[in-house]
């Protein structure tokens, strides 16, 4: 189990940046355990979960994601057990070794039960305040994106609500939020700050996030999203100063993110413009990912492929050019269902991404002006009915993919032995009724870094 970015001084592990060779990207390993680590350690009991009727171990077979064909392999195990130990998985199989049986174990029954490794959200905006409900009806009645942003609503809407909001308040706020992303099977998730767009608003949501990150069982993953919109009191070329010469170098050195995020759209921020804050983020050990393609085509694609982001996320409007370009550049397509059903616009081409062999993520956006649902499992049923995607892809999507997203595949999302003991048990007999039964949440167990959860 990992803990970054604590605030307090108290135990807290030298980091180690990483390097942005693609392939061996991956969450820093820290030096010492944090507090919550220690603590979790002390009062953790080892689990067995016993005779699952399924178990998809999502493995990735030494690679960090699936895609292509790969996408559809979800190393599915029948009417086997799984061994959780100081929070990692011990052992994955039919019968317990005999020097396992000795030991003092927690069972779980998970006869007639699938198991899966817990979700992944590689994409959210879960720390904000205010209520955007009346420009949902504004939509409802013919309004555009754009028109709603042009009336004061959007980004900005929520920019004042959380200026306004105290530190203490958007955390009460963003913690009933992810009780209820656990709810439905999520053990690990991104969160971005964006809805600050000032220096010390900002700080505030990424302050909030590493807390919450601290204080809750799950692990949540800090992104800077300075550059989510322009603030109404600065022009562009005034903002893009303080994102490059004033944000990034207090972030990074306070190590409140880990990722550097960019929305790359028309009006919002160029690809010229994301590549100059990409350039900048990096040379101060934040690792790009990228908003792009979700309205217009302006770059985006080459931008992130040139700064070897993690992923590329929205992608609901891309050029087959651009498909292609992706191909073999170990970035992540980050597919957002839910987005295009709140705006009824067009889906990512997920299917031409697979037939390419470029890994597919699908994450929940999660956020108050274009996705206002923490239901993974909701989305996940949308991928499959509006982007062609077939269970085990999707499976794999919200688990070892999200991971890769993420660029902790190397110890979560899938069920291996040595990895987190990050598991979901669902009340089914089959997998296959996880998007055949939609709508309700058949979750029983989730169980983050061996300890039950929810």
């Not at 999520?186 to 601290?214: F, P, R």
């Amino acid at each position: 189990m990992f803990k970054f970015f604590l605030l307090s001084t108290l135990l807290l592990p030298t980091l180690v940046l990483p390097t942005l060779e693609l392939s061996t990207l991956e969450l820093p390993a820290l030096e010492l355990p944090t507090l919550r680590t220690l603590c979790y350690i002390c009062i953790m009991n080892n689990i067995l979960i016993e005779n699952a009727k399924q178990i998809l171990t999502c493995s990735p077979e030494g690679t960090r994601f699936k895609s292509g064909k790969a996408q559809s392999e979800i190393g599915l195990l029948e009417n086997s057990s799984i061994y959780i130990e100081n929070g990692k998985i011990k052992w994955v199989g039919k019968k317990l070794p005999a020097d396992l049986l000795k030991k003092n174990v927690k069972k779980i029954n998970a006869k007639n039960k699938v198991v899966m490794p817990g979700f992944i959200d590689s994409h959210t905006h879960l720390v904000f305040a205010g209520d955007r409900a009346n420009e949902y009806a504004m939509r409802l009645a013919g309004k555009t994106y754009e028109e709603i942003a042009n009336a004061g609503g959007g980004i900005v809407n929520t920019v004042d609500a959380v200026r306004k909001c105290s530190k203490e308040k958007l955390k009460e706020l963003a913690k009933k939020r992810i009780d209820n992303f656990i709810s439905f099977g999520v053990t690990t998730m991104e969160a971005k700050s964006g809805y600050g767009l000032d220096v010390k608003n900002e700080i505030k949501m990424l302050e909030v996030i590493n807390e919450l990150n601290d204080e809750l069982p799950v692990d949540i993953i800090p992104a800077f999203l300075g550059a989510h919109a322009i603030p109404k009191d600065k022009t562009k070329e005034e903002y893009l100063d303080i994102i490059l010469y004033e944000m990034i170098p207090q972030i990074a050195k306070r190590k409140l993110a880990f990722f550097i995020d960019v929305f790359c759209e028309m009006y919002y921020f160029s690809a010229e413009e994301t590549d100059k804050i990409f350039k900048q983020a990096i040379s101060f050990g934040l690792v790009p990912k990228l908003h792009t393609n979700q309205f217009y085509s302006i770059g985006g694609i080459e931008t992130a492929i040139a700064n070897k982001a993690s992923s590329v996320d929205h992608l609901e409007v891309m050029k087959e050019s651009e498909v292609q370009q992706l191909k073999d550049t170990g970035i992540v397509a980050c597919v957002l269902p839910g987005v295009s059903y709140f705006l009824n616009i067009q889906y990512a081409p997920a299917r031409r991404f697979i037939e390419n062999d470029v890994p597919v993520a699908i994450a929940t956006d999660f956020n108050p002006g274009s996705c206002m649902t923490e239901n993974i499992q909701l989305l996940m049923s949308l991928a499959a009915h509006k982007m062609e995607m077939k269970p085990e892809e999707i499976i794999n999507a919200v688990t070892i993919n999200a991971a890769a997203a993420l660029c902790i595949s190397d110890r979560a999302g899938s069920i291996e032995v040595g990895k987190q003991g990050d598991v979901v048990i669902f009340d089914m007999p089959d997998y296959n009724n996880l998007l055949y039964h939609f709508g309700v949440n058949c979750v029983e167990s989730v169980i983050k870094n061996g300890k039950v959860i929810n």
